[in-house]
């Protein structure tokens, strides 16, 4: 019979192989995390990317570090096919693999599902990581002391892009047009209350235009943009969408120049598909793409060389989704090892003492540095009241065979933004009979 440590840097075999055999055992003395992933349908192949840097970078600590502070890591992916009742199933399934841990944190890249999840999870008391999306009135931890939208909320997102695309314009907006085409979901109706606000201030008008799941038909869509005739499309899209927009830009005659996507609509996945119908295109971004980053390197060197990479397209590897993966674990393995920093080096995180290491990260840029990881993505420091912990986002273009970034890193309006999210939390908590309260441990 294997070993857990030979289980633990086995090969997956594909990029689509859930697990390595046996990682599910969830030993005690191992810090279990559970995988709610999806590596095919329609955003499979966007999974395909995050999901293999996040799965790569748990590996690597183990056979570099032997874990974090001797506590070893496993984990068991569960396939949600970016489905709200499979992310719900998942979730079920594996908080029951650990009774300590209950799956340490979890990241379902998919606001639907972490929507479903934000109560279950409290409840639970397993925190729910959403590093670059979700709720973003989730970032007032005292009404949701288990949620962590991370990094950068939508709303702050939106607002950067508006700052960036104003910066263009000689520092405004006013009087310009502006185009939301989104993906007609919780995630693309996140940042709404956002752009309203910022319309209202900045004296621009904006035009919403939804696209239904999963968004590989848009004729319609963009009729109504070439009639338009807006300064700006701003994009927020996923999977197919993305490609099939920047066809679609290309065919009507609308300027991709133009055009700027969330983070999630800007990604290898989407430009190179589309072929020269991307070049231009730019998008926002919270981390960098490339092998220089040495953390990045260093994977490829320890992994993919001996053959222990859990992509099975290694070209993949360093891709802006791929680093994004990476970047996700770097949060949730820093979380672990601040946690033990207060409840004990070298033992096994539950998931109560999880959310106090999300709660009390601080991420510098020394430490990332160290990591191996400077310039990988901003810096994150996080508290009760603000469970975000950066706010900034990068621009980015593509030139045709690449991301090159044009900005350096951008802040949203906090003084806009945060009062947003504030009132709405206060709505929330109220609904729920929640009195706010920061959590002490």
Not at 11 to 19: D, F, K, N, P, S
């Amino acid at each position: 019979m294997k070993t857990i440590r030979q289980i633990l840097l086995a090969t997956v075999a594909t990029a689509t192989l859930l697990v390595p055999p046996g990682a599910a055992l969830a030993q005690a003395n191992e810090q279990f995390i559970g995988i709610t992933s999806y590596r095919v349908g329609p955003y499979g192949a966007n999974g395909q990317s995050f999901y293999g840097g996040y799965v790569d970078y748990l590996n690597y600590l183990n056979i570099k570090e032997g874990g974090i502070n001797g506590v070893k890591l496993s984990w068991e992916e569960c396939e949600t096919e970016y489905n709200n009742a499979k992310g719900v199933e998942c979730y079920e399934r594996l908080k029951g693999k650990n009774t300590v841990t209950k799956g340490t944190a979890y990241n379902t890249m998919a606001t639907g599902i972490s929507y479903a999840l934000i109560d279950k999870s409290a409840e639970d008391k397993v925190p729910l990581m959403m590093v670059g999306y979700g709720r973003t009135d989730a970032v007032d931890g005292s009404v949701f002391p288990y949620a962590f939208p991370l990094v950068t909320t939508y709303q702050m997102q939106m607002s950067a892009i508006v700052k960036y695309l104003g910066s263009r314009n000689g520092g405004t907006l006013a009087g310009k047009k502006i185009v939301y085409l989104y993906h007609d979901s919780a995630y693309g109706k996140e940042p709404i209350g956002a752009i309203n606000a910022e319309a209202a201030l900045g004296k621009f008008s904006v035009v919403q235009i939804p696209v239904a799941h999963p968004g590989n038909e848009q004729g319609a869509q963009w009729l109504r943009i070439r009639q338009e005739n807006p300064d700006y499309v701003i994009f927020w899209g996923w999977g197919v969408m993305n490609q099939t927009a920047l066809k679609a830009a290309q065919k009507v005659g609308f300027p991709r120049e133009k055009m700027i996507g969330s983070w999630w609509a800007g990604s290898e996945e989407d430009t190179v598909p589309a072929g020269d119908a991307a070049k231009g295109y730019m998008s926002a971004t919270w981390n960098v793409t490339g092998t220089g980053v040495p953390l990045i390197a260093d994977i490829q060197k320890v992994l993919y060389s001996t053959g222990k990479g859990n992509m099975q397209d290694k070209s993949k590897v360093g891709t802006i989704l791929y680093n994004r993966g990476v970047s996700v674990a770097i949060a949730t393995a820093e979380a672990i090892r601040t946690a033990q920093a207060k409840y004990g080096k070298g033992k096994v995180i539950s998931g109560e003492q999880m959310r106090w290491g999300l709660e009390n990260l601080d991420i510098n840029n020394a430490r990332l540095t160290q990591l191996g990881a400077g310039g990988l993505l901003p810096e994150i420091k996080t508290s009760c009241e603000n469970h975000e912990g950066s706010g900034k986002v990068k621009i980015q273009q593509w030139d045709g065979t690449k991301w090159v970034l044009i900005s350096d890193w951008i802040e949203g309006n906090k003084q806009l933004i945060h009062p947003l999210f504030k009132a709405n939390a206060a709505n929330y908590a109220k609904e729920k009979s929640i009195k706010p309260a920061c959590m002490k441990s």
